[in-house]
T-cell receptor
Framework: RKEVEQDPGPFNVPEGATVAFNCTYSNSASQSFFWYRQDCRKEPKLLMSVYSSGNEDGRFTAQLNRASQYISLLIRDSKLSDSATYLCVVNTFGNEKLTFGTGTRLTIIP | SQTIHQWPATLVQPVGSPLSLECTVEGTSNPNLYWYRQAAGRGLQLLFYSIGIDQISSEVPQNLSASRPQDRQFILSSKKLLLSDSGFYLC???????????FGPGTRLTVL
């Protein structure tokens, strides 16, 4: 089983719609969770950290379910500029390394 | 504020030639530094990471090596490139005690 698993997509979503991605992780000792965004042929950029209580940043909402070991990202009122690959990222306590999922590709259709 | 630089941005090299990619970080001290490779259409593969000068951990045995001659400088090298070394090479840093990583713009390497 992969340490971090994501649905690769692609998700093709009309502009203005709401889209949700899920990600599962295998190590119950994982402590820190993030969503990164990667545009085509560019470096990944931190989108948001995921906190236990869930957190929101504008149109983006991240949730963590420790019992089921999954993380979600919800994008509301999607924009054309949201088209990108979204990477689920996990850190295990005491480890300087991050484990990246292979990403979910999202395309917003006008 | 912190910035991370990588160069060159693009590189085309023949098989068997040497490689040297450089990464520098500004605006922070004692960062953790990382080298990743991303093959076309694939996920990020961690190659090396460093928690301090001359402290390098290798994640994948291969013909690449890394060095950290200064606190904020991380170098990826190879003596002889293989075709399979082609890819997008990304350097990243994280702060002491924090886990978010911040990436440089990357070097796109094509080995012919």
């Amino acid at each position: 089983r992969k340490e971090v698993e994501q649905d690769p997509g692609p998700f093709n979503v009309p502009e203005g719609a709401t889209v949700a991605f899920n990600c599962t992780y295998s190590n119950s000792a994982s402590q820190s969770f993030f969503w990164y965004r990667q545009d085509c042929r560019k470096e990944p950029k931190l989108l948001m950290s995921v906190y236990s209580s869930g957190n929101e940043d504008g149109r983006f909402t991240a949730q963590l379910n420790r019992a089921s070991q999954y993380i979600s990202l919800l994008i509301r009122d999607s924009k054309l500029s949201d088209s990108a690959t979204y990477l689920c990222v996990v850190n295990t306590f005491g480890n300087e390394k991050l484990t990246f999922g292979t990403g979910t590709r999202l395309t917003i259709i006008p | 504020s912190q910035t991370i630089h990588q160069w060159p941005a693009t590189l085309v090299q023949p098989v068997g030639s040497p490689l040297s990619l450089e990464c520098t970080v500004e605006g922070t001290s004692n960062p953790n530094l990382y080298w990743y490779r991303q093959a076309a259409g694939r996920g990020l593969q961690l190659l090396f990471y460093s928690i301090g000068i001359d402290q390098i951990s290798s994640e994948v045995p291969q013909n690449l090596s890394a060095s950290r001659p200064q606190d904020r400088q991380f170098i990826l090298s190879s003596k002889k490139l293989l075709l399979s070394d082609s890819g997008f090479y990304l350097c990243a840093w994280s702060g002491d005690g924090t886990w978010e990583q911040f990436f440089g713009p990357g070097t796109r390497l094509t080995v012919l």
